[in-house]
């Protein structure tokens, strides 16, 4: 099983940038799958998730400026990042897990690579 996130890269702050991650080895049907965040010296941080049914779920602050998606037919799960700030910046890290918005982070299943997001001042 492997899940491949790309998009990461330095965008000015009030920027967008999109990140996406597909995901291959078996069947996510009956897995959320969504996005993470961690900068150094501090926890990861659950950003958002999405299920089968697309229903998503967001970190509370985010919500209006990161819209996450999915396809699964592809298998892949996309972050839409909008009007990006300093604080935004992080290495973004793309997982999958039955219960992935109540899980630890140590019980996650499946983790992708990670993808590093700058945001310039």
């Known amino acids: 099983v492997q899940l491949q996130a790309y998009g990461g890269g330095l965008v000015q702050a009030g920027g967008s940038l999109r990140l996406s991650c597909a995901a291959s080895?078996?069947?996510?049907?009956?897995?959320?799958m969504g996005w993470f965040r961690q900068t150094p010296g501090k926890e990861r941080e659950f950003v958002a998730g999405?299920?089968?049914?697309?229903?998503?779920i967001y970190k509370e602050s985010l919500k209006g400026r990161f819209t996450i998606s999915r396809d699964n037919a592809k298998n892949t799960v996309t972050l839409q990042m909008s009007s990006l700030k300093p604080e935004d910046a992080a290495v973004y890290y793309c997982?999958?897990?039955?219960?992935?918005?109540?899980?630890?982070?140590?019980?996650?299943?499946?983790w992708g690579q990670g993808t590093l997001v700058t945001v310039s001042s």
């Open positions: 999405i299920n089968w049914s697309g229903e998503s």
């Open positions: 080895g078996r069947s996510f049907r009956n897995y959320d």
């Open positions: 997982a999958a897990d039955p219960l992935l918005r109540f899980q630890a982070l140590t019980r996650i299943d499946y």
